[in-house]
């Protein structure tokens, strides 16, 4: 055989990613998803009397990033707005056995009270109890229908992320460093 004939093979190695940029693009982008993810939830308690804090957090779970926006846990706005999301069932006695102080709250009869919210709109508005001052020892709730807000706001920011993302890998790419090279030869 003569000198230079046979086969030479050449290993190609993908270059390090630069996962530290790529996990900052990301988590910048869910930050900004969360922000508006909690104006949305913000917007379904604004005229609640009981305040109710949003609060946001991601964390990276054994490589996989999450975030999440809820109430602030242990709040008494985490309790109610729970309460008021998810729905109960109804009816119940509130309290559970008569007590010798009467419940005092404002009532006209069945139909008095208007909610301030709507099952899976994003928002809320005016309403509340009107009527006279009523005292009982006990009474029977009726329930509370689920609003589903945080159903309603998954399905929307489900619905945009479809167009964040595009925009977001393509960031994530160009900001890896990875490329295809040669280890050996040009």
């Known amino acids: 055989m003569a000198k230079g004939s046979g086969i030479r093979m050449v290993t190609v190695l993908p270059a390090p990613l630069d996962t530290k940029a790529m996990d900052k693009i990301i988590r910048d982008d869910m930050r900004k998803m969360g922000t508006g993810i909690k104006k949305d939830l913000a917007k379904t308690t604004a005229t609640w009397e009981t305040p109710v804090v949003f609060q946001m957090r991601t964390k990276n779970k054994k490589g996989i ?8 846990p242990g709040s008494e706005g985490e309790k109610i707005f729970n309460f008021v999301d998810r729905g109960t069932k109804g009816p119940y006695p509130i ?9 005092a709250f404002q009532w006209g009869g069945p139909g008095s009270y208007k909610a301030k919210t ?8 005016g309403g509340g109890p009107s009527g006279p001052m009523v005292f009982f020892k006990q009474v029977m709730h009726p329930g509370i229908k689920a609003r589903k807000f945080s159903d309603s706001i998954a399905r929307r920011w489900a619905q945009l992320s479809r167009k964040f993302l595009p925009k977001t890998m393509d960031l994530v790419v160009k900001v890896s460093g990875h490329s295809m090279r040669r280890k050996y030869g040009k």
């Open 65 to 72: 990033l999450e975030m999440e926006v809820r109430p602030r």
């Open 95 to 103: 309290p559970k056995k008569p007590q010798k102080k009467p419940l």
């Open 118 to 125: 709507s099952p899976r709109v994003i928002g809320s508005k």
